[in-house]
Each structure stands twice: as C-alpha cells, then as structure tokens.
C-alpha cells in the first residue's frame, strides 16, 4: 500500500509547487533568491486573433516596487488582460505576475529595439492601474495603452470544427503624458496633433512638419513629429 501512495504523495507535491504563488528561479548573478509573486496562468479562450503582444516569449527584464530588478527573464504581455506573464524554466509553468509588485518591464523586440512599458494609475475609462508603453519620453510623454478586445465577427470554424463568433482585436489608446497635468488623448492625425499646441503655434509647427518632410498617418510618424516639435521647444495644452 505504502508504495502507491508514495508515488501520489510526491506528484502531489510538484503539482503544489507548480502552483505555488510565490513561483522562484534563479536568474542572474544580481538577482539572486528574488521571488516573483503571482499565480499560474490559465490558457485563454480559443478565438480567431490572439491575445498577447508578441507571438513568442521575449527576453525581458522587471522593475519591482521595492526597488529591485530582474533580468534575463522570458516575458510575455497580453494585452487582452493587461498583465504580464512570466516563464518559469525550472517548472516548465507560466506565471501571471502580481501587478501590485511591479513599477515597469521591458523587453527586446524580434528587431532588437528595447521596448519600455511603465504601470501608471489612470483615472478616465476602465480607472486602474495598468501597462502604457513608452514611446516618447520628455517633458510631455507620448505613451500608448496597448489593449487587444474581444469583439463579435462573422461566424468562423476554428481548427477544431467549432463554430465561432468572436475575434481578438487590436485596440491602441495613444496618449499624452505629464505627471502633473496628467493624460490627454491623441489621435494619429496631424491636425489632432495641431489642436493639443497654442494656435499661435500652429504655423511655425505645420512649417517645420514641412521642412522635416513628415506625414502624420501612423503611430511611428506621430513619433517622430513628436520628438521634432518637442526639440524645438513648443508644449502640449492639457
């Protein structure tokens, strides 16, 4: 009898800390015994779209809230949930991380770029905490909130011959950013962009649009036309 149940019993105990909360690895010569607090993720549902920012786990790195660090880690946002994922190599599991314990992360995209994503309060729709990632930073921040929604769609099969009808879909929310003053939406169009300066502004600033040959159309233009007008010394109106 003894030897049955020992096989279950230790199962029993893997499966336990597979599950665990507090879910450790060690990481890196700097990191060494933090632990990541959050619970075992649960598969989302099964729609046409996907869920998560990237298709793969990327190499990322976390800023906690006391003051601590980790990199070297493999990292997944989704977007649908606003949350961030962490893969536990040592348990072969996915980890939900605690968002209460987290100030930022970051990760490097398939094309090397480093993207920076911060955890800010917002006060407008859906109120909370959540991911903004950074695209500019300065005086006036240019951040997103980069959501993915399910929304209905024309019926679909999906590879199991079910029928459906919802999709994942993108749902970008671009705004300004101060500190101080707070949040104020944009829209990728250049006279949204014209609108959030002094109308004394709005000349010189359409000049200088001109000069540096730039198009708002999409969110890596808006970027650049940012970074320019910021540079040159004009400021958003809140």
Known sequence: MTTKITPLLLFALLFSLGASVGAQEPLNRNWEGQKIRGVRHIPYPTYMGFPFLTDAWVPGKIEFTNGESADSLFLRYSSFKDELLYYNQVLSIQIVIDKASINGF?????????????????????????????????????????????????????????????????????????????YSFIRLKRNALLAKLNITDQKPIKKLLRKNRLRISDEESMILAWKIIERAGYQIIF
């Open 106 to 182: 970051s990760f490097t995209a398939k094309d090397g770029i480093t993207r920076i994503f911060r955890k800010q309060y917002y006060d407008g729709f859906l109120k909370g905490d959540h991911f903004f990632e950074v695209l500019s930073k300065g005086q006036t921040d240019l951040i997103v909130l980069r959501r993915r929604i399910l929304s209905s769609t024309i019926p679909y099969k999906d590879e199991s011959n079910m029928l459906k009808d919802q999709a994942y879909i993108s749902s970008y929310q671009f705004y300004f950013y101060s500190p101080e003053k707070g």
